[in-house]
């Protein structure tokens, strides 16, 4: 199936960005979100204290891993107000996973298979580009950078354009993920129908079972339909959230965060993949069927997160919604 039109009116409602507002939602302070580089990550801060960390050189935590599982591109850190860490990277038994990354499991390419999702199958993988900007101004902060989804024979396949930005809010932290993914090549590219992939989410080894070293106790997963983890996999909620026990900064509980699939999205409300067994979540369209990216044509998605302490039934996460924030 092509997604031309469909992808089309997706990219001329999605472009636009959503300007910050005060509302009811606390402000973070002063200092408010704050954004750095130093050439190897993009942080991002509010009042000081940290969110999130885009890796734009490339990493390997140890030499004792393949070199194929090198990657940039993505983000880990990622914290939530009282400094639990709820991402990470190169996880115990799935390397390939890191932290919140966007990349495509099963496509087809010049009649070949391709894969930029699992390193390990060497046929794909995706990459930090180019910094293109960062910002910090109107209690936003945030940044744009371009990644390439790589073939290992062809090349760039996919030019990727994020745009990331940090609201002003003291509790929960607030952001939001724009992707704009282009073929760049002569060729079209067929994004098969597969359980995942597109967005992926790797929550804290905390919550990772075969993680001796870290593991605390199992991820929980809430949808906004009410669905637990068993029940959530392949629906098509406002929300996920994934949360659970873990150390913080300041003190040790309940931590996690929520993921709101733009309802604009191509073929929303997109499917949510739920894991049985490990901390990770992935917001998908193929779940039924695949598309096709024809050469120049530009996939576009946004997906909101919201990160808290505590359980999500005790947070009204409706006011976090793409409808309701920020206050208009």
Request: with cysteine; aromatic share 12%.
């Amino acid at each position: 199936m092509k997604a031309g039109l469909g992808l089309a009116v997706a990219a001329m409602i999605l472009l636009g960005g959503c300007a910050p507002g005060s509302g009811d939602v606390p402000p973070s302070g002063d200092r408010g979100p704050a954004v750095e580089t130093d050439g190897a990550a993009v942080r991002i801060t509010v009042s000081g204290r940290p969110v999130l960390e885009y890796a734009m050189e490339e990493r390997l935590p140890s030499d004792t891993l393949p070199g194929y599982y090198r990657r940039s591109g993505y983000i880990d850190s990622v914290y939530s107000p009282e400094g639990h860490l709820l991402t990470d990277a190169f996880p115990a038994g799935h390397t390939h996973h890191h932290g919140i990354f966007t990349a495509w499991t099963s496509a087809t390419f010049r009649g070949e298979h391709l894969d930029f999702w699992n390193q390990h199958h060497e046929t794909g993988t995706a990459r930090h580009a180019e910094l293109l900007e960062i910002y910090d101004s109107a209690g936003v902060a945030g940044f744009r950078v371009r990644l390439e989804q790589v073939s290992l024979q062809y090349g760039p396949i996919l030019s990727e354009d994020w745009r990331v930005r940090v609201y002003d809010t003291a509790e929960p932290y607030v952001w939001d993920l724009r992707t704009a993914q282009t073929n760049v090549t002569g060729d079209t590219l067929y994004l098969n129908r597969y359980d995942y992939g597109g967005l992926g989410v790797r929550g804290s080894a905390d919550w990772n079972q075969v993680d001796s070293l870290r593991f605390r106790a199992p991820a929980k997963f809430l949808t906004s339909a009410g669905d637990f983890r068993a029940a959530a996999n392949h629906t098509r909620p406002e929300w996920v959230a994934m949360y659970g026990e873990t150390s913080g900064i300041r003190s040790e509980g309940t931590a996690g965060l929520a993921v709101f699939p733009h309802p604009e999205n191509f073929r929303a409300p997109e499917f949510v993949r739920v894991h049985p067994d490990m901390p990770y979540l992935s917001v998908t369209p193929v779940v039924e069927e695949g598309f096709s990216l024809p050469p120049g044509e530009t996939f576009v998605a946004r997906y909101r997160f919201v990160l808290f302490d505590g359980e999500p039934a005790g947070i009204d996460l409706s006011r976090y919604g793409w409808s309701a924030f920020p206050p208009r």
